[in-house]
């Protein structure tokens, strides 16, 4: 991290010290608190030179001149060769599929966004080569230089779960356990939706680094039902604020079935997550556009917030809800009448577009990065974009923690105390706030219209891992947590690095005396 450090430090100068720190043997004392630059002390290796591998010191001592691209900073090349080294162990040439499969074992896909353009570029540099293709380290810094800090923190297990091929195999054996309950029925209700066959059960993660994993039937499109619900929601109080949202829905939990025609005191719905709350949150949405234009709004918006991964529409489903709609169109004539409506908001055009919301298709990998934007604070880890705000994603957390999983939400908030929320289409999109989210999807549902194996997955997971929002993290025995180094080092509420910091500083602070009140006046002994 202190290479790091010392290449921002290097990149924010200007031309002037750059060479002077190149030919005038400067040295720098990056990561400390004085940050002084000396002419007479000897040059310094980097920190993390001390965090290297043997074979990664003996390939950095053999180069007695690196062939350093002409206007490339020297920082620059020698954190390109240590992590060119590290990846290696020390030789000079490896297999490109060994480095695939090391970039793998951090999480990191070929796919994602970042780094596909240097996957593609390594894959078509060798063509011509006879035999398995190879790398190098001059193909490696040609193809790797926009993102040495990405692989630079994924390869030193920076990321938000370090060692994740470790965490992996717990959930892939969660998955098995879930894929034994046999219990529930396909949601009937809307023909389309008794159309999937109830044996499709597919988990997908992303982190908050963008590391990623699936396993299942996790590219089957399915219709995000009321799973959409949060998201629309975020999506209105991004672009309206919660003030003007908050006129006309509420934030309690109703304590009714999620289609019952109620209101609360003020007459206004619940919350946003029952049917006449997302009614009304969908006449908020860009109310004075047509429709054509408020559903490629929304298409856009959630292509965004997946990373531009597969987004659909089921016109199928759309139509099916529309005609066994029967529920919604009582729920939207009785908004009508307690005038809960925006003013000059159109009833039908409302519905009509809830339906259609209701009918946006997902996979359980683009709706796992959904889930990962919100548990990011609405930037998306793939692409890096903000695409919602801050209050957006703190007020949709919350909702989704106290209301989100039907008439289930007191016990699932109890039993696994993370923000999530459920659809009849069998999809659970699960949130774990600055760390990863999560898409289940299987399609039988029990009484309250969970998904059985979606429910039985979550439960698992938090009986594993100590992501309950009230584990304690400095004192528990029997969870694992995944975003520790080691048993030794505590996870600390401002970050890895911060908390570091924070340690280093309390242990060379003086120490207060005992005896004197915090913030009182040094007397004379």
């Not at 380290?137 to 790797?144: I, M």
């Not at 009714?256 to 209101?263: A, C, I, R, V, W």
Request: proline share 7%; glycine share 8%; hydrophobic share 35%.
């Amino acid at each position: 991290m202190h290479c790091l450090k010392a290449l921002g430090a290097l990149g924010a100068t200007g031309p002037g010290l750059r060479q002077r720190f190149k030919h005038a043997g400067v040295s720098a004392r990056v990561g400390g608190e004085s940050g002084v630059w000396s002419r007479t002390q000897p040059p310094a290796l980097p920190p993390c030179w001390a965090a290297a591998s043997p074979p990664t010191r003996r390939a950095l001592h053999r180069q007695k001149a690196p062939d350093v691209d002409e206007g490339q900073p020297k920082l620059m090349s020698s954190m390109e060769d240590l992590l060119f080294y590290t990846i290696t162990e020390g030789e000079e040439m490896i297999p490109l599929s060994q480095f695939i499969s090391a970039l793998r074992k951090t999480g990191l896909l070929t796919s994602d966004p970042r780094i596909r353009d240097c996957v593609r570029q390594m894959r078509q540099s060798p063509r011509d080569s006879v035999g398995p293709a190879m790398m190098d380290k001059k193909l490696f810094r040609r193809c790797a230089g926009n993102n040495i800090m990405l692989l630079t923190k994924a390869f030193r297990k920076k990321f938000i779960i370090p060692n994740f091929q470790e965490m992996t195999p717990h959930i892939d054996r969660m998955y098995a356990s879930a894929q034994q309950q046999e219990s529930g029925k396909v949601a009937n209700y809307i023909p389309q939706l008794a159309k999937f066959s109830p044996d499709l059960w597919g988990v997908s993660l992303c982190t908050i680094d963008g590391q990623r994993h699936s396993v299942g039937d996790t590219k089957v499109p399915f219709c995000l039902q009321s799973c959409v619900k949060p998201l629309e929601y975020a999506a209105a109080v991004h672009e309206c604020g919660s003030e003007r949202v908050h006129h006309f829905v509420g934030k309690e939990p109703s304590g009714f079935k999620f289609n019952k025609l109620s209101l609360n005191d003020e007459d206004k719905p619940h919350n946003p997550m029952v049917n006449a709350g997302a009614i009304v949150i969908s006449s908020l949405i860009k109310p004075d556009s047509n429709k054509a234009e408020r559903f490629d709004y929304v298409m856009e918006y959630l292509k965004r917030l997946s990373g531009e991964e597969y987004v659909g529409f089921s016109n199928a489903t759309f139509q099916s809800e529309r005609e066994t709609g029967d529920r919604n169109y009582a729920i939207g004539y009785y908004l009508k009448e307690k005038k809960c409506f925006p003013d000059n908001a159109d009833m039908t055009a409302a519905l009509d577009f809830y339906f259609q919301l209701c009918s946006i298709e997902v996979t359980c990998e683009s709706g796992s990065v959904m889930a990962a934007t919100l548990a990011n604070g609405g930037i998306c880890p793939i692409t890096g974009e903000r695409v919602l705000s801050s209050e957006a994603v703190r007020n949709t957390l919350s909702l989704m923690h106290s209301c989100g999983m039907y008439d289930f939400s007191g016990q699932f908030a109890f039993h696994v105390g993370l923000p999530a929320k459920s659809g009849v289409s069998g999809a659970v999109l699960l949130v774990v706030p600055n760390v990863m989210g999560m898409m289940c999807w299987s399609p039988p549902l029990d009484r309250l219209g969970n998904s059985v194996r979606g429910i039985h997955f979550c439960q698992e997971l938090l009986a594993n891992f100590n992501f309950h929002n009230y584990d304690n993290l400095r004192h528990f025995t029997k969870k694992h947590d995944p975003r520790r180094r080691s048993d030794e080092e505590p996870v600390c509420p401002f970050g890895r690095e911060h908390g570091a910091e924070r340690l280093r500083l309390s242990h060379s602070a003086p120490r207060r005396r005992l005896g004197r009140p915090r913030g009182s006046r040094d007397l004379p002994d």
